[in-house]
């Protein structure tokens, strides 16, 4: 009786204390089959360098599909971002596939100037969240350099329990990034993403300005070691990095981990956001040339095998 009781009691307080979950997820390469003549597609078309048919195709959305709803576990997660989306029919066909195609989703996404044609997109949970407006923020690169994905900025409200119950989760800013890669050298790119840095510093102080309070979330895959370098903002995956000394994150290139993917949460967050890495065994493989695990992806070199992506998902609890 009296542990029926204490789980009664868990139970209730467990529902007092209701947490939003929001996913940023690097999904590497989904591509649709078919070519776009305006993008550097062709390695991901039947006849290409992959051999990418669409039996591959639906395997991969099958595959994304089971890792989004497993990290909602119970419960949607309010906000997905996802990373290297080609166009908005993936998404579509992302959507209707799984159980993902029950869960009601809404989404957000434009075609940037990226050259490959992947791009950010942010998936949201209607019945959690009320989106206020929406932006796609432009990385502008010297005309020397190939062109980046836009930032999606989205200002949403939380929605309300109850009538009578009171959030102290109200607007929420989240803005979903992808930023230059390290493609030749990570000296030599660094200055890529410190515009996108300069970018992002210049919205979080615009909004800050307006509301010091403001509650903001910036996501993504930052395509460098995790730092605290933006004023009024946190980087949860700096500690992290720190506790997994090189053993584990959420990339792994020739032997070595790292936290590309990251949160930052403004100050006003910092006690009520947990972020978490997403590593169950199910989408990590056996690193056969440097040991231990890695994640498993759609392809080892050209070889398809039916994976997830090389990047883990990284997954933010805010409780209000």
């Known amino acids: 009786m009296r542990k029926s009781l204490l789980f009664i009691f868990l139970l209730a307080s467990l529902s007092m204390q209701a947490q939003l979950r929001i996913i940023s997820y690097n999904v590497e390469n989904l591509f649709d089959t078919k070519h776009d003549s305006l993008k550097l597609d062709e390695d991901f078309t039947p006849d290409g360098r992959y051999h990418w048919t669409k039996n591959r195709y639906n395997r991969k959305l099958e595959n994304l599909s089971r890792v989004i709803v497993s990290i909602g576990e119970w419960k949607n997660a309010a906000v997905v971002g996802l990373c290297e989306v080609e166009n908005e029919q993936c998404i579509i066909d992302l959507l209707n596939i799984g159980k993902l195609k029950h869960l009601g989703y809404e989404y957000i996404h434009q075609d940037s100037p990226d050259e490959r044609g992947i791009d950010c997109t942010l998936l949201y949970d209607p019945k959690q969240l009320t989106p206020v407006s929406h932006a796609f923020i432009r990385v502008p690169m010297p005309e020397s350099e190939r062109p980046t994905r836009d ?5 949403a409200q939380v929605k309300q329990k109850g009538k009578h119950q009171h959030s102290r989760l ?13 493609l030749g050298g990570a000296e030599q790119t660094a200055h890529k993403r410190a515009i996108a840095h300069r970018i992002l510093q210049h919205t979080v102080d615009s909004i800050l300005f307006s509301s ?8 993504g895959d930052m395509n460098s070691a995790p730092t605290d370098h933006l004023r009024g903002m946190r980087n949860l995956m700096v500690p ?3 506790e997994l000394r090189s053993e584990a994150g959420t990339h ?9 993917d990251q949160f930052y949460v403004s100050k006003s967050l910092l006690e009520e956001a947990r972020a978490h890495i997403y590593n169950e065994s199910w989408i990590l493989e056996r690193d056969e040339k440097y040991g231990g695990e ?10 398809w095998q039916p994976g ?12 209000h």
């Open 151 to 155: 930032i999606i900025y989205m200002c």
């Open 170 to 182: 109200d607007t929420l800013h989240i803005m979903m990034c992808h930023l230059p890669s390290q």
């Open 212 to 219: 010091h309070n403001a509650k903001i979330i910036i996501m």
């Open 240 to 242: 992290i990095e720190k």
């Open 252 to 260: 792994k290139w020739q032997g070595y981990w790292s936290c590309l």
């Open 294 to 303: 890695q994640p498993m992806r759609c392809y080892k070199y050209t070889t």
């Open 308 to 319: 997830y992506s090389d990047h883990l998902p990284i997954y933010l609890d805010i409780t």
